[in-house]
């Protein structure tokens, strides 16, 4: 029998069965707190597909707020005649509602007839306030609707930010007024989001509980820009990937660039600046590179691109928004937040300096990796299956030490090898097996669990159904 309540993903926290079931037939009269109707009406149009008649008189699933709850966090009780959702804030209810639609999936499996529901209580919260899925749209660029469709499979496994990297070598895509030679670049696909579609895509991810970090790039990974802009290189006859450290032009035209871009993503309190795989050979020969680094009496080149990060996040800071930057082997200041993503060295390394981290160390949470050897891939990746994304532990060794200085992890979906049809394909079946990564207690982990759970929600139908 599957129709016990181990079968969510992802998995509770706690789970209490009592005797007795629950008719599913004899179901009806869905009520929400007031402004979260569209909660209830969600419900009862899933319902539907389902063949439950949740509008009908019946017995009422209430969805209420309670003051003894976290924040994200929920709890359903289920009774022959009565089923509670009780969430802590609006996104615990969401979550709530989003479980007890995967409960319903499996309870009609065979369809309404006879299907019964267990009874009993599930309390649920999550293990990190901080659930991330990055989406590279600046190499292969994605219309708005993927993006929907990605933002709303990630609330449906309670993800709750969308790294957007938006601007890179290969394309800048959000729309620039002040420069806009910047949205005809286009490497691998033409394309730029207007001001108005990155609303829309903001709307939604707000609407699903999901907090959108914009990502624009510097001083590496800027090629495209810096062909536009040769002047703002250390050589302007052979620009390469990197601004230059010194020439102060640079910094004035980030800073508007930086200003315009946060104005897009006003619900956006945290920035991502990159920082990462700068290459030091154009900084090496320019004589304003070397000569700032000495009136700076800086010993290498790495120390002046450190101060140079360290000047762009104080900018971003002044705009009252917090920084992000990949780990870059430099220190960044404390209040910056450091994305680690080549080893879980990077972890222990940022430790001392009491940044606050983010965890997507490559060969665990890529997924432009292949998933299986059969995928197309490129010679130098390795292969991440399901089961690595899924037993990765975002702490590595150090759970004591670092305690609240990780947020959580982010999984990261590169797009050089990626065009937007296979996306969706990239993600599915790894993000389901993230999303216990970043929700449940290592504890409630368990990997052969897990595979059972995800075949009775697959068989349910529950993935095709619409989100909210
Ligand atoms: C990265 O993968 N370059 C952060
Ligand atoms: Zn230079």
Known sequence: ??????????????????????????????????????????????????????????????????????????????????????????????????AFEQLLCVAVNRGIRGAEMPC??????????????????????????????????????????????????????????????????????????????????????????????????????????????????????????????????????????????????????????????????????????QKLMKVKNLSNIRQLENDFMNDMAAFVRSLGLTPVTWFTGSIMESTTIIQAWRTIWELKETLPHGNRMIFSVHDQLYLDYPNTAAEPFENWMPVLCESGVYNTEPYAAWEKEIGDLLLGPETCLWTETVPEHRVIAKLMPRLVAFSETAWCAAMRKEWFNYTRRKEVLEASGWFDIKAL
């Open 120 to 289: 009993g209580k599930i309390s649920d919260s999550p293990r990190f306030g901080y659930r991330g899925l990055m989406l590279d749209s600046a190499r292969h660029f994605q219309s708005v609707e993927t993006i929907k469709q990605v933002l709303a499979l990630m609330a449906r496994l309670r993800l709750n930010i969308f790294h957007w990297h938006i601007c890179d070598s290969q394309g800048f895509r959000s729309e620039s007024k002040l420069f806009p030679e910047l949205n005809t670049l286009a490497e691998m696909t033409p394309g730029f989001y207007t001001a108005e579609e990155i609303k829309e895509i903001c709307d939604f991810a707000a609407e699903h509980f999901i907090t959108v970090i914009p990502e624009i790039e510097m001083p590496g990974h800027s090629k495209g820009l810096l062909a536009l802009h040769p002047e703002l290189c250390c050589d302007p006859e052979n620009p390469g990937k990197e601004f230059c450290l010194a020439k102060p032009e640079v910094r004035t035209f980030l800073e508007k660039l930086i200003s315009e871009f946060v104005a897009l993503f006003p619900g956006s309190k945290i920035i991502h600046l990159g920082g990462d795989e700068a290459g030091t050979e154009n900084w090496d020969k320019c004589p304003l590179c």
């Open 1 to 98: 029998m599957t129709n016990d309540f181990d079968i969510l993903i992802p998995r509770p926290r706690t789970i209490e069965q009592t005797p007795g079931v629950l008719k599913v037939e004899s179901l009806g009269g869905v009520t929400a707190p007031e402004n979260f109707e569209r909660f209830s009406a969600a419900l009862i149009r899933n319902g539907k597909a389902m063949g439950i008649d949740l509008a009908q008189k019946g017995v009422p699933v209430k969805m209420v707020f309670s003051a003894d709850i976290k924040v994200e966090s929920f709890e359903i009780t289920v009774t022959p005649d009565e089923v509670t959702i009780a969430g802590g804030d609006p996104a615990g209810l969401f979550y709530g509602a989003g």
